[in-house]
């Protein structure tokens, strides 16, 4: 199911997303040092730190690819947020005809759907935590080419009902990402699959959470500890009809894969470095945003070494210069 490239020229006109600005405000990416170049403590100090959390909370580097990227252009199902531009006659005929057709029919239809799907309360809100997953459609557009055994976190619902099912016709692999005990029994189960020549060949989503297709995140080491070859699959959702999301807001499903190298860590590469030569290929590929963020941050605590580090950094800039210059 492998999309086409496109014509250059329309290419070109899809922009690459720049992670340092959006509509609301304008970020550089400037250090500590850079913004303050006071050798010495000055209480103007705390608005750089003010201001660079305010920036965080309206815009940061990992809420954003788990929300559904607005379309450039609108595809008759969607909404965007651009005023009404005239364009010609036949595209403001077919805007008209489309409206009377969203509110005339597609809202009733929806009505009398919503009506249908209270009596299903329980099942739905079940489903809910799930509708936004990118994971399903990249396994069935991968499946396309080739049978995979998946490897997943354990769902409960629907959900788990489908993976249950699954296991009963494949060997595919499911855990509990807090327990530490499944995880443990994950390696070993992984290493065992892979020696084995008679299974299928493993299908992982090493940054172990769904995000929207516009960057790739920090890869989990655990899965390239195992020492087995790795096939790269770098996957690029066109937003010309729809995000790579599973909404009502989808005409087609249109992607472009490409089946990179074979690659094995090498005898002095730890997994860690081996798992960023992985991302790397694959951002590079894909034309993603490389990032080296956890995914996890979404549903979790920011730790309190990421504020520390930054204390430490200013600590560091403000002590370190003053010793150095009673020193000389």
Known sequence: MSGERGHPSKKKQHQLYQPYTNRNIAKDPTSLEEEIKEIQFQLSDIFYFCRKGMETIMDDEVTKRFSAEELESWNLLSRTNYNFRYITLQVTVLCGLAGLIWYCFLLLLRIALALTGISLLVVGTTVAGYLL?????????????????????????????????????????????????????????????VQDISQLPILIFPEGICINNTSVMMFKKGSFEIGATVYPDAIKYDHQFGNGM??????????????????????????????????????????????LWDGGLKREKVKDMFKEEQQKLYRKMIVGNHEDRSRS
């Open 133 to 193: 997953h990118t994971l399903p459609i990249d396994v069935i557009v991968l499946a396309s080419d080739g049978y995979y055994a998946t490897v997943g976190q354990m769902h409960g619902g629907i959900i788990g009902l489908i993976q249950r099912a699954m296991v009963k016709t494949c060997p595919h692999i499911w855990f509990e990402r807090l327990e530490v005990k499944d995880r443990h029994l994950l390696a070993k189960r992984l290493t065992e699959q």
């Open 246 to 291: 599973m909404t009502c807001l989808l005409w087609a499903i249109i992607c472009s894969m490409w089946y990179l190298p074979s690659m094995t860590r090498g005898a002095d590469e730890d997994a860690v470095q081996f798992v960023n030569m992985v991302k790397s290929a694959i951002a590079r590929q894909g034309e993603l945003v490389d990032l």
